[in-house]
Protein backbone atom coordinates (compact mmCIF):
# COMPACT_ATOMS: atom_id res chain seq x y z
CA UNK A 1 0.00 0.00 0.00
CA UNK A 2 2.71 2.43 1.04
CA UNK A 3 4.55 1.63 -2.51
CA UNK A 4 1.65 2.20 -4.30
CA UNK A 5 0.90 5.51 -2.51
CA UNK A 6 4.50 7.11 -3.20
CA UNK A 7 3.92 5.85 -7.07
CA UNK A 8 0.43 7.40 -6.91
CA UNK A 9 2.47 10.56 -5.49
CA UNK A 10 4.93 10.40 -7.93
CA UNK A 11 2.63 10.00 -11.03
CA UNK A 12 0.41 13.07 -10.02
CA UNK A 13 3.30 15.36 -9.99
CA UNK A 14 3.86 13.81 -13.26
CA UNK A 15 0.52 15.15 -14.18
CA UNK A 16 0.97 18.57 -12.39
CA UNK A 17 4.24 18.93 -15.34
CA UNK A 18 1.92 17.55 -17.79
CA UNK A 19 -0.86 19.98 -17.55
CA UNK A 20 -1.21 22.85 -19.44
CA UNK A 21 2.13 22.23 -21.10
CA UNK A 22 1.89 23.77 -24.84
CA UNK A 23 -1.93 23.80 -24.23
CA UNK A 24 -2.09 27.25 -26.47
CA UNK A 25 -0.90 26.60 -29.75
CA UNK A 26 -3.81 26.56 -32.35
CA UNK A 27 -2.93 23.15 -33.59
CA UNK A 28 -3.22 21.49 -30.44
CA UNK A 29 -6.96 22.65 -30.01
CA UNK A 30 -8.32 21.43 -33.22
CA UNK A 31 -6.53 18.41 -32.88
CA UNK A 32 -7.75 17.56 -29.37
CA UNK A 33 -11.55 17.69 -30.09
CA UNK A 34 -11.10 16.08 -33.87
CA UNK A 35 -8.98 13.65 -32.31
CA UNK A 36 -10.76 13.12 -29.04
CA UNK A 37 -14.29 12.56 -31.09
CA UNK A 38 -12.68 9.81 -32.58
CA UNK A 39 -11.29 8.11 -30.11
CA UNK A 40 -15.18 8.52 -28.51
CA UNK A 41 -16.05 6.98 -31.82
CA UNK A 42 -13.53 4.35 -31.21
CA UNK A 43 -15.03 3.28 -27.83
CA UNK A 44 -18.54 3.58 -29.14
CA UNK A 45 -17.71 0.75 -31.68
CA UNK A 46 -15.88 -1.56 -29.39
CA UNK A 47 -18.66 -1.34 -27.33
CA UNK A 48 -21.27 -2.29 -30.28
CA UNK A 49 -19.39 -5.04 -30.97
CA UNK A 50 -18.37 -6.10 -27.50
CA UNK A 51 -21.74 -8.73 -28.22
CA UNK A 52 -20.99 -9.64 -31.64
CA UNK A 53 -17.69 -10.92 -30.82
CA UNK A 54 -18.27 -12.63 -27.49
CA UNK A 55 -15.54 -10.26 -26.02
CA UNK A 56 -18.12 -9.44 -23.26
CA UNK A 57 -18.29 -12.82 -22.11
CA UNK A 58 -14.45 -12.74 -21.64
CA UNK A 59 -14.66 -9.64 -19.49
CA UNK A 60 -13.08 -9.91 -15.91
CA UNK A 61 -15.03 -8.47 -12.80
CA UNK A 62 -12.74 -5.17 -13.13
CA UNK A 63 -13.23 -4.54 -16.70
CA UNK A 64 -10.90 -4.49 -19.41
CA UNK A 65 -7.12 -3.80 -18.93
CA UNK A 66 -5.57 -1.08 -20.71
CA UNK A 67 -3.71 -4.16 -22.90
CA UNK A 68 -6.30 -5.94 -23.56
CA UNK A 69 -8.20 -2.93 -24.40
CA UNK A 70 -6.64 -2.55 -27.87
CA UNK A 71 -7.68 -6.07 -28.41
CA UNK A 72 -11.49 -4.98 -28.72
CA UNK A 73 -10.88 -1.63 -29.83
CA UNK A 74 -11.08 -0.43 -33.73
CA UNK A 75 -7.40 0.66 -35.13
CA UNK A 76 -6.76 3.70 -34.14
CA UNK A 77 -4.32 6.08 -36.26
CA UNK A 78 -0.55 6.13 -36.13
CA UNK A 79 0.74 7.80 -33.01
CA UNK A 80 -2.85 8.04 -31.13
CA UNK A 81 -3.52 6.69 -28.12
CA UNK A 82 -5.81 4.01 -27.49
CA UNK A 83 -9.08 4.41 -25.92
CA UNK A 84 -9.72 2.09 -22.34
CA UNK A 85 -13.52 3.89 -21.62
CA UNK A 86 -15.41 7.12 -21.89
CA UNK A 87 -16.58 9.37 -18.77
CA UNK A 88 -19.43 10.44 -18.79
CA UNK A 89 -21.49 13.55 -16.55
CA UNK A 90 -24.72 13.99 -17.47
CA UNK A 91 -25.35 17.02 -15.24
CA UNK A 92 -22.33 18.63 -16.55
CA UNK A 93 -22.97 17.37 -20.11
CA UNK A 94 -18.99 15.59 -19.78
CA UNK A 95 -18.46 13.17 -21.98
CA UNK A 96 -14.42 12.31 -22.92
CA UNK A 97 -12.48 9.78 -23.88
CA UNK A 98 -10.10 7.81 -21.50
CA UNK A 99 -6.70 6.52 -22.36
CA UNK A 100 -3.89 5.21 -20.70
CA UNK A 101 -1.40 7.94 -19.72
CA UNK A 102 -0.47 11.48 -18.27
CA UNK A 103 1.93 12.90 -20.76
CA UNK A 104 1.22 15.68 -23.34
CA UNK A 105 0.16 12.83 -26.00
CA UNK A 106 -2.70 11.35 -23.77
CA UNK A 107 -3.86 14.65 -22.22
CA UNK A 108 -3.85 16.57 -25.60
CA UNK A 109 -6.59 14.59 -26.78
CA UNK A 110 -8.33 13.11 -23.84
CA UNK A 111 -8.81 12.47 -20.04
CA UNK A 112 -5.59 10.10 -18.90
CA UNK A 113 -5.61 7.60 -16.58
CA UNK A 114 -3.05 7.87 -13.60
CA UNK A 115 -1.03 4.47 -14.28
CA UNK A 116 0.21 4.21 -11.01
CA UNK A 117 -3.49 4.32 -9.94
CA UNK A 118 -5.98 1.58 -9.95
CA UNK A 119 -8.13 1.16 -13.18
CA UNK A 120 -12.22 2.08 -12.64
CA UNK A 121 -14.13 -0.32 -10.73
CA UNK A 122 -11.08 -1.71 -8.80
CA UNK A 123 -10.70 -1.27 -4.71
CA UNK A 124 -8.39 1.68 -4.91
CA UNK A 125 -8.43 5.16 -5.94
CA UNK A 126 -8.42 5.34 -9.80
CA UNK A 127 -7.14 8.64 -10.90
CA UNK A 128 -8.34 10.58 -14.10
CA UNK A 129 -6.64 14.42 -14.85
CA UNK A 130 -7.24 16.09 -18.01
CA UNK A 131 -6.63 19.72 -18.90
CA UNK A 132 -8.94 22.18 -17.53
CA UNK A 133 -10.89 24.87 -20.29
CA UNK A 134 -11.40 21.44 -21.61
CA UNK A 135 -12.64 17.95 -20.63
CA UNK A 136 -12.67 19.19 -16.91
CA UNK A 137 -13.22 22.71 -17.46
CA UNK A 138 -16.87 22.51 -14.71
CA UNK A 139 -16.30 19.66 -13.06
CA UNK A 140 -16.85 22.05 -9.90
CA UNK A 141 -20.37 21.88 -11.12
CA UNK A 142 -20.63 18.33 -9.92
CA UNK A 143 -22.11 18.24 -6.19
CA UNK A 144 -22.23 15.82 -3.85
CA UNK A 145 -24.67 13.35 -5.24
CA UNK A 146 -24.06 13.44 -8.69
CA UNK A 147 -23.06 10.60 -10.39
CA UNK A 148 -20.26 10.18 -13.11
CA UNK A 149 -19.85 7.19 -14.82
CA UNK A 150 -16.92 5.15 -16.45
CA UNK A 151 -18.62 2.91 -19.48
CA UNK A 152 -16.45 0.04 -21.49
CA UNK A 153 -17.56 -2.94 -23.79
CA UNK A 154 -17.59 -4.84 -20.46
CA UNK A 155 -18.98 -2.73 -17.81
CA UNK A 156 -20.38 0.59 -17.09
CA UNK A 157 -18.78 1.75 -13.31
CA UNK A 158 -21.79 4.05 -11.80
CA UNK A 159 -20.03 6.56 -8.93
CA UNK A 160 -21.42 9.00 -6.59
CA UNK A 161 -19.75 12.31 -6.42
CA UNK A 162 -18.44 13.11 -2.52
CA UNK A 163 -16.99 16.53 -2.83
CA UNK A 164 -14.77 18.18 -4.13
CA UNK A 165 -11.62 20.35 -2.85
CA UNK A 166 -8.96 22.78 -4.03
CA UNK A 167 -5.22 21.85 -3.14
CA UNK A 168 -2.13 22.56 -3.59
CA UNK A 169 0.02 21.45 -6.50
CA UNK A 170 2.19 17.93 -5.81
CA UNK A 171 -0.35 17.28 -2.94
CA UNK A 172 -0.95 13.07 -3.51
CA UNK A 173 -4.25 11.90 -3.72
CA UNK A 174 -3.85 8.47 -1.40
CA UNK A 175 -5.44 4.83 -2.64
CA UNK A 176 -8.47 4.08 -0.60
CA UNK A 177 -9.84 0.33 0.77
CA UNK A 178 -12.90 0.98 -1.23
CA UNK A 179 -13.47 1.83 -4.94
CA UNK A 180 -13.38 5.38 -5.16
CA UNK A 181 -12.86 8.03 -8.48
CA UNK A 182 -10.70 10.98 -8.37
CA UNK A 183 -10.76 13.33 -11.56
CA UNK A 184 -8.17 16.34 -11.22
CA UNK A 185 -7.69 19.16 -13.14
CA UNK A 186 -5.57 22.82 -12.63
CA UNK A 187 -7.65 25.13 -10.47
CA UNK A 188 -9.16 27.58 -11.59
CA UNK A 189 -10.65 25.92 -14.39
CA UNK A 190 -10.85 28.48 -16.85
CA UNK A 191 -7.34 29.38 -16.36
CA UNK A 192 -4.99 30.17 -19.36
CA UNK A 193 -2.38 29.47 -17.56
CA UNK A 194 -0.02 26.79 -15.30
CA UNK A 195 -1.27 26.99 -11.70
CA UNK A 196 -0.18 26.50 -8.37
CA UNK A 197 -3.36 24.56 -7.50
CA UNK A 198 -5.31 21.82 -8.34
CA UNK A 199 -9.07 20.84 -8.19
CA UNK A 200 -10.14 17.34 -7.21
CA UNK A 201 -12.90 15.74 -7.00
CA UNK A 202 -13.64 12.12 -5.25
CA UNK A 203 -17.11 9.95 -5.98
CA UNK A 204 -17.60 6.74 -4.67
CA UNK A 205 -18.38 3.30 -6.59
CA UNK A 206 -22.00 2.61 -5.83
CA UNK A 207 -22.85 0.13 -8.98
CA UNK A 208 -21.61 -2.03 -11.90
CA UNK A 209 -23.84 -3.06 -15.04
CA UNK A 210 -22.78 -4.83 -18.34
CA UNK A 211 -22.34 -2.36 -21.24
CA UNK A 212 -21.99 -4.63 -23.67
CA UNK A 213 -24.13 -4.36 -27.18
CA UNK A 214 -25.01 -0.38 -26.08
CA UNK A 215 -23.53 2.71 -27.19
CA UNK A 216 -23.74 5.60 -24.08
CA UNK A 217 -26.72 7.61 -25.17
CA UNK A 218 -25.34 11.29 -25.13
CA UNK A 219 -24.90 13.70 -28.16
CA UNK A 220 -21.91 12.51 -30.23
CA UNK A 221 -19.22 15.08 -30.04
CA UNK A 222 -18.51 15.32 -33.92
CA UNK A 223 -21.53 17.26 -34.06
CA UNK A 224 -19.63 20.50 -32.50
CA UNK A 225 -18.72 23.40 -34.52
CA UNK A 226 -15.40 23.37 -37.35
CA UNK A 227 -12.61 25.78 -36.56
CA UNK A 228 -13.15 29.36 -37.24
CA UNK A 229 -11.38 30.92 -39.94
CA UNK A 230 -9.33 34.19 -39.40
CA UNK A 231 -8.49 35.76 -42.59
CA UNK A 232 -4.97 37.14 -42.16
CA UNK A 233 -2.97 37.44 -45.01
CA UNK A 234 -0.37 34.83 -46.37
CA UNK A 235 2.04 37.44 -45.48
CA UNK A 236 1.19 38.44 -41.88
CA UNK A 237 0.07 34.56 -41.33
CA UNK A 238 3.66 33.38 -41.67
CA UNK A 239 4.78 36.13 -39.05
CA UNK A 240 3.38 33.53 -36.52
CA UNK A 241 0.01 34.40 -34.90
CA UNK A 242 -0.03 32.16 -31.83
CA UNK A 243 1.43 32.37 -28.17
CA UNK A 244 3.94 30.55 -29.39
CA UNK A 245 5.28 33.32 -31.15
CA UNK A 246 3.54 36.15 -29.63
CA UNK A 247 4.17 37.21 -25.66
CA UNK A 248 0.94 38.13 -23.97
CA UNK A 249 0.17 36.98 -20.31
CA UNK A 250 -3.22 34.90 -20.36
CA UNK A 251 -5.56 35.14 -17.64
CA UNK A 252 -8.86 33.25 -17.63
CA UNK A 253 -11.40 32.27 -20.33
CA UNK A 254 -14.86 33.50 -19.86
CA UNK A 255 -18.10 33.23 -21.41
CA UNK A 256 -20.92 35.36 -22.79
CA UNK A 257 -24.48 34.22 -23.42
CA UNK A 258 -26.02 31.02 -23.14
CA UNK A 259 -23.36 28.23 -23.96
CA UNK A 260 -24.57 24.85 -23.83
CA UNK A 261 -22.68 22.24 -21.07
CA UNK A 262 -21.60 19.95 -24.33
CA UNK A 263 -19.59 22.67 -25.46
CA UNK A 264 -18.21 23.82 -22.40
CA UNK A 265 -17.09 20.24 -21.20
CA UNK A 266 -15.14 19.91 -24.62
CA UNK A 267 -11.68 20.74 -25.96
CA UNK A 268 -13.89 23.65 -28.74
CA UNK A 269 -13.74 26.81 -26.50
CA UNK A 270 -9.89 26.47 -25.73
CA UNK A 271 -9.74 25.70 -29.99
CA UNK A 272 -12.18 29.06 -30.61
CA UNK A 273 -9.81 31.23 -28.02
CA UNK A 274 -6.80 29.97 -30.16
CA UNK A 275 -8.75 31.62 -33.53
CA UNK A 276 -9.54 35.03 -30.99
CA UNK A 277 -5.92 35.37 -30.00
CA UNK A 278 -4.62 34.75 -33.42
CA UNK A 279 -6.88 37.92 -34.76
CA UNK A 280 -6.33 39.50 -31.62
CA UNK A 281 -2.23 39.64 -33.03
CA UNK A 282 -2.90 39.83 -36.44
CA UNK A 283 -4.38 43.41 -36.00
CA UNK A 284 -1.97 44.21 -33.58
CA UNK A 285 1.29 43.35 -35.89
CA UNK A 286 -1.04 44.99 -39.13
CA UNK A 287 -1.25 48.15 -37.15
CA UNK A 288 2.24 48.14 -35.65
CA UNK A 289 3.66 47.82 -39.19
CA UNK A 290 1.12 50.18 -40.73
CA UNK A 291 -0.14 48.04 -42.80
CA UNK A 292 -4.00 49.23 -43.69
CA UNK A 293 -4.64 46.47 -46.44
CA UNK A 294 -4.21 43.79 -44.04
CA UNK A 295 -6.13 45.26 -41.49
CA UNK A 296 -8.78 45.70 -43.82
CA UNK A 297 -9.02 41.97 -44.38
CA UNK A 298 -9.02 41.62 -40.58
CA UNK A 299 -11.18 44.72 -39.68
CA UNK A 300 -13.42 45.07 -42.81
CA UNK A 301 -15.83 47.65 -40.96
CA UNK A 302 -13.52 49.21 -38.60
CA UNK A 303 -11.61 52.24 -39.72
CA UNK A 304 -8.00 51.96 -39.74
CA UNK A 305 -7.45 55.33 -37.78
CA UNK A 306 -8.86 53.51 -34.49
CA UNK A 307 -5.91 51.38 -34.06
CA UNK A 308 -3.74 54.77 -34.23
CA UNK A 309 -1.67 54.46 -31.37
CA UNK A 310 -0.29 51.55 -32.79
CA UNK A 311 0.85 52.48 -35.93
CA UNK A 312 5.01 52.56 -35.89
CA UNK A 313 4.54 51.48 -32.17
CA UNK A 314 5.35 48.22 -30.23
CA UNK A 315 4.14 46.59 -27.11
CA UNK A 316 6.76 46.12 -24.77
CA UNK A 317 4.36 44.59 -22.07
CA UNK A 318 0.75 44.34 -20.31
CA UNK A 319 -0.08 46.00 -17.49
CA UNK A 320 -2.76 43.32 -16.63
CA UNK A 321 -4.02 39.62 -18.04
CA UNK A 322 -5.43 39.39 -21.64
CA UNK A 323 -8.79 38.27 -21.10
CA UNK A 324 -10.55 36.38 -24.15
CA UNK A 325 -14.29 36.44 -23.68
CA UNK A 326 -16.55 33.94 -25.89
CA UNK A 327 -20.05 34.42 -27.30
CA UNK A 328 -21.98 31.42 -27.54
CA UNK A 329 -25.62 30.63 -27.62
CA UNK A 330 -25.75 26.83 -27.41
CA UNK A 331 -23.39 25.79 -29.32
CA UNK A 332 -22.81 28.06 -31.73
CA UNK A 333 -20.31 31.02 -31.49
CA UNK A 334 -21.05 34.17 -32.34
CA UNK A 335 -18.21 36.25 -31.44
CA UNK A 336 -15.67 37.40 -28.44
CA UNK A 337 -14.08 39.98 -26.90
CA UNK A 338 -10.32 40.68 -25.86
CA UNK A 339 -9.07 43.11 -23.40
CA UNK A 340 -5.80 44.14 -22.21
CA UNK A 341 -3.79 46.95 -20.78
CA UNK A 342 -0.36 46.74 -23.36
CA UNK A 343 1.92 49.37 -22.75
CA UNK A 344 3.45 51.22 -26.08
CA UNK A 345 6.71 52.33 -27.07
CA UNK A 346 7.51 54.15 -29.95
CA UNK A 347 4.43 55.53 -32.50
CA UNK A 348 2.85 58.70 -31.90
CA UNK A 349 1.56 58.66 -28.47
CA UNK A 350 3.12 56.03 -26.34
CA UNK A 351 2.16 54.95 -22.92
CA UNK A 352 -0.17 52.16 -21.52
CA UNK A 353 -3.10 51.59 -22.80
CA UNK A 354 -7.01 49.96 -22.22
CA UNK A 355 -7.38 48.11 -25.24
CA UNK A 356 -10.36 46.50 -26.18
CA UNK A 357 -11.21 44.22 -29.26
CA UNK A 358 -14.84 42.92 -29.92
CA UNK A 359 -15.14 40.07 -32.82
CA UNK A 360 -17.87 38.80 -34.47
CA UNK A 361 -18.16 35.05 -36.78
CA UNK A 362 -20.08 35.43 -40.49
CA UNK A 363 -20.36 32.53 -42.17
CA UNK A 364 -17.86 30.79 -40.00
CA UNK A 365 -15.38 33.84 -40.45
CA UNK A 366 -13.59 35.57 -37.30
CA UNK A 367 -13.66 39.48 -37.79
CA UNK A 368 -12.76 42.46 -36.15
CA UNK A 369 -15.78 44.95 -35.33
CA UNK A 370 -14.90 46.75 -32.68
CA UNK A 371 -11.10 48.28 -31.65
CA UNK A 372 -11.13 50.82 -28.95
CA UNK A 373 -7.45 52.19 -27.39
CA UNK A 374 -8.04 54.38 -24.66
CA UNK A 375 -4.54 56.03 -23.00
CA UNK A 376 -4.35 55.06 -19.11
CA UNK A 377 -0.99 55.79 -18.38
CA UNK A 378 2.13 58.25 -18.90
Known amino acids: MVARR ?16 GAHIAWFYWRSHTVGSALIRNEQAAIAGASRTGAASSCSSAGRSPSNAAATAAPAPS ?42 GQIGTAVLSAHDVSWFSRINHLHPGATVSFVEPCHTFRYRVVGGAVVKSGRPVYSTLVPELALVTCYPLNALFLTPDRYVLTAQ ?94 APTVPFADAGPLVGAAIVRNDASVIPTLDVVGTTFTGASVSAEPELVGGRDPGVYRLTMGATVHGGTLVVTGWQLKRIGG
Open 6 to 21: IGLAVSLIAVVAGIGI
Open 79 to 120: GTPVPIGILEAPAIGLRAPVVEGVGNAELNVAVGHVPASVLP
Open 205 to 298: LVGVTDTAGSVPGTPDPAVLPPPLVVPAPAALEAQGLTLATNDAPLGTLDFHGDPSAAIQESPVPMQVEASVLQLYFAAIRSAEQDRPGWWSAL
